[in-house]
């Protein structure tokens, strides 16, 4: 089955001493989680501090973001190469803050996405819907265009390694979390749309996380549901204590 995957994803926090001074804390606190992946998503200037503290641990490294070329004249970008020779496993692509902010669409995620597997990382692909999109019944269409635009032209094997976060834009640090029940319907939704991409059995393999105001107190609910395989978390990441006890939801 589908083994529980947790990311914490720090956004734009944490100097190298910060990073490296909470994830010393984290390592005891999670040593004994066996039965699930544990990944941080530190700022890029982190990944090879943390990457240094973590080693030989469980948890693993992922970025928050990448460029789609491996190198050449792209000011300011970082390449899937140099992610993979700092440490990282993961990337995260396609958050709805760099969809919102840093003008990042479907093409460009799908380029990326692309990018990451070509090297043999894994993308972690974020899709969402806002508030609006949700009150006027648009929540399906919204999620089918991330979902079908980020895994454009995968093979069932890159697919299958692949792993999806819906996070609902109204419930990302608002501490507004969907229901267990909202997050489990667009789940299976997604599910569906990757059933239809390539096959059930293809399907059934790819975790999917939820993210939005996740925290130790809803953690053990959301993961309670069929097709929620994980949880992708925000704020409650920042803090070793909180990330570890959403780590160890089923303890
Ligand atoms: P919060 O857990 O702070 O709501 O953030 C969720 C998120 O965007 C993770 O990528």
Redesign the pocket.
């Known amino acids: 089955m589908r083994t529980p995957i947790i990311a914490g994803?720090w956004k734009l926090n944490n100097t190298i001493s910060e990073a490296v001074s909470l994830t010393t804390a984290l390592k005891p606190l999670v040593a004994g989680c066996r039965d699930v992946e544990i990944i941080v998503a530190p700022p890029f200037t982190a990944l090879a501090s943390v990457s240094s503290t973590i080693a030989g641990s469980n948890i693993r490294l992922a970025a928050q973001d990448v460029y789609s070329e491996d190198s050449g004249a792209f000011t300011g970008e970082v390449s899937v190469p140099m992610l993979k020779d700092v440490g990282c496993g993961y990337v995260i692509i396609g958050?709805s803050e760099r969809r919102q902010y840093f003008g990042e669409t479907n093409e460009s995620v799908n380029q990326k996405v692309k990018a990451v597997l070509g090297h043999g990382l894994k993308p972690i692909i974020c899709v969402g819907e806002q508030l609006e999109d949700r009150e006027s019944g648009q929540t399906e269409a919204v999620i089918e265009s991330h979902v079908t635009g980020g895994i454009a032209g995968l093979s069932a094997t890159d697919l299958a390694s692949s792993v999806i976060a819906y996070?609902p834009i109204w419930?990302?640090?608002t501490g507004k979390t969907a229901t267990p029940e909202q997050a489990q319907e667009v789940h299976a939704f997604i599910r569906g749309l990757l059933a239809a991409a390539h096959s059930a059995e293809v399907a059934s393999q790819i975790r999917i996380q939820y993210?939005?105001?996740?925290k130790p107190e809803n953690a053990s609910a959301l993961m309670a549901q069929p097709d929620v395989d994980g949880a992708?978390?925000?704020?409650?990441s920042l803090e070793a204590e909180s990330f570890a006890q959403i780590v160890k939801f089923d303890q």
């Open positions: 994803n958050h996070e419930a990302i640090g993210g939005g105001s996740v992708l978390v925000g704020g409650a």
